[in-house]
């Protein structure tokens, strides 16, 4: 598909295109850990795992601000890292997900040490990181629009997790629910600007462009989950073990 071919449609419809075919929604892993699937260790995998995403989340939003010379613009973003990262007392997104790995069994401090991180996982947050941190503006804010897809995971997640799993509750979940209210917030925002930014065919087709790449950043991390934990169960040296980490 390209923007100069009329059958593209617009922007808009083209990058909620990308992320019905290519979003982590779609990934036998979430299949697996929303239907109740997953052995315990399945599920402290996964949160150890994507805690390394949670963590590089407020660092690329900072990259990205670092980068920023519009004070309107700034104002806008810095939210981000206040959702994530939240004061002194109350906290943020960092210590509910914390809460959630502590419900699970696992020690948070291990958790948050990022130790026993999959090598590919940090590889692909890494990635995330640096691009925002190099690509142009416009690529960097819509790499963000995985976001778009994010609420609906997040309720699927949240009413799956209840449904099967004992350490479910709403301390352990509210991570998830709060997103259900920033995500949508931060999105508005990122998709207007890119919608106003994308303002020529080549322009729209890099914005397209990031937001594959996130797509594939979100998927190699599951698959990197999957190929130690699930099939062939080939934990990478270094990587958690079962056993390890353990509250
Ligand atoms: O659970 C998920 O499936 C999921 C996906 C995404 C995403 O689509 O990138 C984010 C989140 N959660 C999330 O919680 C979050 O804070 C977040 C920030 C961003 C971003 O790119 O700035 N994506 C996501």
């Known amino acids: 598909m390209n923007a100069h071919d009329p059958k593209a449609g617009s922007l808009e419809q083209r990058l909620r295109a990308i992320g019905a075919e290519r979003y982590h929604d779609k990934h036998p892993f979430h299949d697996m850990l929303h239907n109740g699937r997953c052995t315990p260790d399945q599920v402290r995998a996964w949160v150890i795992n994507r805690w390394a995403y949670q963590a590089a989340i407020p660092m690329k939003d900072a990259a990205f601000l670092s980068r920023c ?16 990262d939240g004061g002194v007392d109350e906290g943020g997104g960092i210590r509910r997900w914390l809460k ?7 020690d948070p401090d291990y958790v948050a040490s990022g130790r026993g991180v999959l090598p ?27 976001e778009l897809f994010a609420p609906s995971i997040h309720e699927r ?7 099967h799993y004992d350490f479910a509750n709403t301390e352990s979940l509210s991570y998830f629910r709060k997103r259900l ?26 914005a397209c462009e990031a937001l594959i790449f996130k797509t594939n ?3 190699a991390q599951l698959d990197a989950l999957w190929g130690a ?4 169960g080939r934990i990478p040296p270094g990587a958690w073990r079962p056993g390890e980490g353990m509250a």
């Open 229 to 232: 934990y699930v099939e062939p």
């Open 120 to 146: 590919a996982t940090q590889f692909a947050v890494d990635a995330y990181v640096r691009y925002v941190r190099d690509m142009p503006l416009l690529q960097a804010v819509a790499s963000s629009l995985t």
């Open 181 to 206: 209210t920033e995500a949508p917030k931060d999105v508005k925002f990122g998709l207007a600007w890119v919608l106003e930014h994308a303002d020529t065919p080549e322009k729209e087709d890099a």
């Open 217 to 219: 950043v979100l998927w």
């Open 69 to 84: 010379d519009d004070p309107q613009m700034r104002r806008e973003w810095r939210s981000r890292i206040e959702d994530h």
């Open 100 to 106: 959630l790995a502590e419900a699970v069994g696992l």
């Open 157 to 163: 997640r949240i009413e799956g997790m209840l449904k």
